[in-house]
C-alpha cells in the first residue's frame, strides 16, 4: 500500500526527484568540465591581466573584453548546453534505453520536466559560481570592473545556456540519432541568418540592382552569431524578449512532440514522416544556394553556376534520403520524381529572375515622390551602429570610433542628379547583367543608393557596372559642395581645433610635424580649399600620394587625408614654409636612382604562386638583368616617373625606385608617362 502511494505520487509529480538526482549523478561530470571552463576563461583571465597590468593603465576595455561571449569563452557556452540536451536526452535515441525509461511509473510529461530542470542547474550552477567567484575579485582588488557588469555577463550566459539548451531539446524529439542531433541544433540556430544571406546573395545574380549587402546588413537573427557582438553592440530588451519568447515555444514544442513520439522510432533520423519532405527539400535548396553562389564566386561564370545549382541540391537531396531510408540504394522513381519536382520549380524560378517578369529592375521612383537620397559606393554608412558597448572615453587618443558620416543627399540638383544615374543604368540594364554575370572577377565601379520617399517608404537598390562608364552623370555629383562635406572630414573640421599635423612620407618613413597654431590653421584653410576645388578627374586619379596627412584635434579625434599630387597650393605653401624637401619624396635628396622594364604580366596560376623573399640589392639585380631595362638617375626624370606613377599593375611599364639609404619601393607607369627623353 506504502509502494502504490509513492508510485501514485510520482505519476502526478511535474519531476521526479529520483530521475533528477540519477542525471544530476550521471552528467555532474559536464558541469565540473563547464565551471573549470569559465573559472579559466573569466576570473583567471581578468587576475592574470591584472597582475601584468600593475604599472600600466587599469583599463576597462581590456577588463570588460573578459566579459565578452567570445574566444574560449563562447565555445563553451556554445558547445556545453548542446551538449547537455544530447546526453540527457540520448535514451531516446536507443531502443532499449527509451523502453526501460518509458517502463517506469512515470509520465512522459513528469520526464521532459525532470530533464529539463536536471539540465538547468548542471548549466546555470557553473555561471553562478563563476559569476561569484569574479565578484569578490572585482570587489577585493583594484579592477576596473562593477558588479553590474558582472550580473550582465551573468544574465547573458543564463539565457544563452537556456536558448541553446531548448534548442537542443526541442530537436532531440524529431530525430532519434544522438549526432544528427548535436548537427541539427546547430543548424537551427544558424539557418534563419545562414538561409537569408544565401537567399539575398543568389538573388543578386540574377536580379540586377538588388541590394543584398543591405539586406545582409540588417540579419541580426542567429543567437549564436548576436552571441559575439554583444561588447559591440548590447543586446536590447526587445531581444531578450524574444529569446525569451523562443525558448517558451521550444519548451512547449519539445513537450508537445515527446507526447507524440513512437518510441520505436529511436534510431531513425527522422521520428515523424510529416517532416521528410520539409527537410528532403529545405536541404535541396540550401545545397543548391551554398554550392552556387560558391561557384559563382571562385570562377564567376553562370554557366558554372547552374552546375552548382544541380549538383548541390542533387546532392544534398539524396544526403537526406540516404539518412532517412539508412539505405544508399535511393534511386528509385519515387526518390527521382520528388527531385524532378523540386528542380522544374527552381528552373521556373530562375527563368522568371532572369527575365524579370515583375519589373523589379526598371522600377524607380518618381522624381516629385523623393525627400532624399543615400548615395555610396556601399551601404556601410547607412548601417553603421558603432562601438555601443564600450566607453569611448577608455579609448586611447585617435582610437575614438566616430561614426562615419551619412552621405544622404537633400538638394534638389542633387537628387536630380542621382535620379537621372539610375535612369541610364537601368537603360543599361540588359547590357551590364550580362556581362557582369558572366565576368564576375572584372574590376568595376559600385554604387549604392537608398531612397527615402516622402509617403515615408524606402527604395533599395546597389549596382556595378565598368569603371568611368557613367562619368558625366557621376561627375556633377562627386563636385557638388553636398558630397565633399560628406566624403571629406577635414572640412568638418575646425582650424582653430586642431592642435598637431602630421606628414607621413612612408617610403622614406619621414614624419614632418606642424605644431605653430598660425601655420596649422593656414595649413587646415589650404587643405580644405584643395578638397573643394578637387575636380571629378582628380578625385579618380590613381597616383599614388606624396605623403599621407593626419589631422589631430583638441576633443582627441584623428582626421586622416591624402597628399593628392593635384594639391599643388598645399605643395607651394610647404615651399614658402621650408618644408617642401622633407614633407615628400624629394628626387635629389631621397633617390639614388630608378629602373624600368616592360610589364611582362603572367599567366594568373603563375602570378598565384609563392615568390621566394629578396633583398631589396638582389631585386634590384634582377630588375637590372632584364633586357631592354632602362635606368635613369637625373633628378628631373626621376620627379617626372615621381609624378605619374601608380599602383595599377595594368600599365605597360613596371618601375623601380631605388633610395639611397638602400631601400626600393616600385609601382606602374603608362607609356605615355614615361619622360620624355626616355
Known sequence: MKWGITAMKSKTSLVSGAILLNDCKSYAWVGVVYLFGLLFTVPTNLYFMYHNSLNNINSYINYSRVLAFDGVSAFFVMVVPVLAGLLLLRYLQSGKAADMMHSLPVKRETLYHTHILAGLI??????????????????????????????????????????????????????????????????????????SFLIFYNLQIFTYGFAADYYASKIEISPLLRMVEFWHYPIQTEEIIAYLLICILLYGLGRYLYQRRHLERAGDA?????????????????????????????????????????????????????????????????????????????VVLIIALQFDFAGYEKKIPALDEIESVYLDNNFYALTYKGEQGVHSSQYEYGEIPYPPAQPIYKDKDNIERIHTLQENIIANCDQDKAVLANNRHASYQRISLAYTLKNGKHFYRQYAFAPSKYDRYMAAIYESR?????????????????????????????????????????????????????????????????????????????????????????ENWLKVNGQHNLARINPERDLSCAVIIKNIREPEEQGTKTRPTRTNQQLLNEWEKVAGNIKITAPHQLEECLQKFVRDEKQDYRILFVLKNGNVFDGYLAEKDLPESV
Request: glycine share 6%; with cysteine.
Open 122 to 195: 548542471i548549466l546555470f550552477i557553473p555561471l553562478l559560481v563563476t559569476a561569484l567567484v569574479t565578484w569578490i575579485m572585482v570587489a577585493r582588488l583594484p579592477i576596473n570592473l562593477s558588479g553590474q557588469d558582472v550580473m550582465v555577463w551573468l544574465g547573458l550566459g543564463m539565457l544563452m545556456n537556456l536558448l541553446l539548451f531548448m534548442t537542443s531539446v526541442a530537436v532531440g524529439m524529431i530525430t532519434g540519432m544522438s549526432s544528427v542531433q548535436g548537427v541539427l541544433s546547430y543548424i537551427l540556430l544558424l539557418l534563419p541568418t545562414g538561409l
Open 270 to 346: 527522422l521520428t515523424f514522416d510529416i517532416l521528410y519532405p520539409l527537410f528532403k527539400y529545405g536541404a535541396a535548396l540550401c545545397g543548391m544556394l551554398l554550392l552556387g553562389i560558391y561557384f559563382y564566386e571562385q570562377l564567376g561564370s553562370l554557366a558554372w553556376t547552374y552546375f552548382a545549382y544541380f549538383l548541390g541540391s542533387l546532392l544534398a537531396y539524396l544526403l537526406v534520403a540516404i539518412l532517412y531510408k539508412k539505405s544508399i540504394y535511393v534511386f528509385d522513381l519515387k526518390t527521382l520524381k520528388g527531385y524532378g519536382i523540386f528542380a522544374v520549380t527552381m
Open 482 to 570: 553636398e558630397y565633399k562635406d560628406y566624403h571629406h572630414e577635414i572640412l568638418r573640421v575646425s582650424p582653430a581645433d586642431v592642435n598637431l599635423i602630421e606628414i607621413q612620407v612612408h617610403q622614406v618613413n619621414r614624419t614632418v610635424n606642424i605644431s605653430d597654431p598660425e601655420q596649422i590653421q593656414a595649413a587646415v584653410k589650404i587643405l580644405q580649399n584643395e578638397v573643394l576645388d578637387q575636380s571629378y578627374a582628380e578625385m579618380t586619379d590613381h597616383r599614388e600620394p606624396w605623403a599621407y596627412i593626419s589631422v589631430y584635434t583638441n576633443d582627441r579625434h584623428v582626421v586622416y587625408l591624402s597628399w593628392y599630387k593635384s594639391f599643388t597650393d598645399f
